[in-house]
Nanobody, 117 residues
Framework: VELAESGGGSVQPGESLRLSCVTSGFPFFAYPMSWYRQVPGKAREWVAGIPRSGIDPTYSEAAKGRFSISRDNERKTISLQMNNLKPEDTGMYYC???????????WGQGTQVTVSP
């Protein structure tokens, strides 16, 4: 299993970012997929999940209405469009199979999102 996240950055509140995750080593089409966030000293938390079909994704309460998860089964990738970012969205973002619990013990390097004035 290989998971490679990208697209993070440092932005101001209200701005947007789009995260991407490229995967390999497992049958992508057979897995729901999720994004998670971790901040130092805290457990990794689930942010958004998308079923195998791509229909009816779900979101944490904090992400609902601002984030949008999508998947491309041909390219074996998922994305997270993050709009109206807030300082509390700051953290390292990871993708993994599963929803809401991760399927794989292996994680990518993550991509850092920092939101500050």
């Amino acid at each position: 299993v290989e998971l490679a996240e990208s697209g993070g950055g440092s932005v101001q509140p209200g701005e947007s970012l789009r995260l991407s995750c490229v995967t390999s080593g497992f049958p992508f089409f057979a897995y729901p997929m999720s994004w998670y966030r971790q901040v130092p000293g805290k457990a990794r938390e689930w942010v958004a999940g998308i079923p195998r079909s791509g229909i009816d994704p779900t979101y944490s309460e904090a992400a609902k209405g601002r984030f949008s998860i999508s998947r491309d089964n041909e390219r074996k990738t998922i994305s997270l469009q993050m709009n109206n970012l807030k300082p509390e969205d700051t953290g390292m973002y990871y993708c993994n199979g599963g929803y809401p619990n991760p399927s794989f013990n292996r994680w990518g390097q993550g991509t850092q999102v920092t939101v500050s004035p």
